[in-house]
């Protein structure tokens, strides 16, 4: 009977050594995983949004689900930022990131865990909050996918650091995560992973884009400055409202005429502020701006541009120079593009295909310029290697009408969400712990 057990034992071992068999090992343990925890910690994330620089209570408890797995654990970096590392034998560093921010947004939808929290914003205003773009799905994958790892050890060799990073809405946690010192107080990541749920992908797909993953982000403000008069008497004032009016009408041909016909880039007008009354000319307009490109090229010749045509505007229509319009670049609300490493992103797509099979993955084009900091942490002086992956949310026959990222109406379906990114991203990062 014991040379029976020992068989069979030995047999077992044999199967589940195999790729195939690893694979259904992890796609069984994640459905586990999820029936008995993901579920129930993504609907807690989702009823306990935090805005941006302000995830305090997510941040504590994504800490503590991932420091019980075994990891060694530090919150407060960049802030609110968490960082996991668990250091397995030698090995190259993958570091794998999540965002934690909600957004400013009352939820409006028919979901029975829905958010009805309030916060007060960093400008001091109290504001409902909504997880409006999925990062509570990315912090659950997170857990999941820390899980897996920890109890598979024995397939891969390095050390593992997990991020859970605030502000990504305000696209500055990245960056203040690495002036924190990320990478010098804790392991230098060779390969750095991350994943966005995508509304607009079918659900149990993955997206590896092998090169632009995101544009870049510069929100600027142009303050406009005029001399009042009375509105029946223009030619005693100079009008702000119609040089800030000139301003936006000739921000439209930057892009049209400054850069190349094949490059992309946009210059929205998102804001403009100004005068009090029908009758009164005043001394100011404020605007704001968000401007996106996809290369750093671009991106300064947008931005040098909008100087230029604010300035010259002004001087055409007659604009002293002491009261020329300030253009302020965000030091905080900025970006460059997140461009995945070509030969990583291929070794990971490569890797989800033979062991996901191969409809795992579906490519399609960018339909806008939506921005991300990850950025940061793979700029090009970094050394480090980006694979930014998107994972689908929405069954197929409903992607068509599925309401938007930022939408109050937003939501996805989380239990094919999460368990897809938990085992996407598990069979990618031993996939890079073994890479030859």
Known sequence: MKLQLAASAFALAIA????????????????????????????????????????????????????????????????????????????????????????????????????????????????????????????????????????????????????????????????????????????????????????????????????????????????????GAHGASPHKGIDPVLVASQIVVSL???????????????????????GTKHNIIGDKVEMQLTVRSNNPEVRTQLLDAIDRVAEGVAISLGVPKKLMPEVIRSKTETTPPTINDRKSAEFVRAALSDAMGDDVLHDQPREGMGAEDFAYFVTPETGVKGVYMNVGGTPEEDVEDAPSHHSPFFKIEPEPAITTGVEAMTTAAIALFNKE
Request: glycine share 10%; charged share 25%; aromatic share 4%.
């Open 16 to 227: 589940l050594s195999t790729p195939a068999a690893a694979q259904a090992d992890l796609k069984s343990a994640v459905a586990a995983d999820y029936d008995a925890n993901l579920e129930a910690l993504f609907q807690w994330f989702h009823q306990n949004p935090e805005l941006s620089h302000r995830e305090f209570k997510t941040a504590e408890r994504l800490a503590d689900e991932i420091e019980a797995l075994g990891y060694d654990v530090t919150e407060g970096v960049g802030g609110t930022g968490v960082v996991a590392v668990m250091e397995n034998g030698e090995g190259p560093t993958v570091m794998i990131r999540a965002d934690m921010d909600g957004l400013p947004v009352k939820e409006d939808n028919d979901l029975p865990y829905k958010s009805t929290a309030t916060q007060e914003d960093i400008d001091g205003v109290v504001k409902p909050v909504m997880h409006a773009c999925g990062h509570d799905v990315h912090i659950t994958s997170l857990v999941g996918t820390a899980r897996q790892m920890a109890a598979r050890k024995d397939q891969w060799s390095g050390t593992l650091v997990l991020i859970g990073q605030p502000a990504e809405e305000r696209i500055s946690g990245a960056r203040e995560m690495m002036e924190d010192g990320l990478y010098k107080r804790f392991p230098k990541p060779d390969v750095a992973l991350a994943l966005h749920v995508s509304a607009g992908t079918p659900t149990g797909k993955v997206e590896v884009p092998l090169g632009i993953r995101a544009s870049s982000s510069d929100s600027v403000d142009i303050i406009v400055h005029g001399v």
């Open 252 to 274: 439209q041909s930057v892009v049209s005429r400054s850069i190349a016909p094949q490059e992309a880039g946009v210059i929205t007008v998102g804001a403009i502020h100004g």
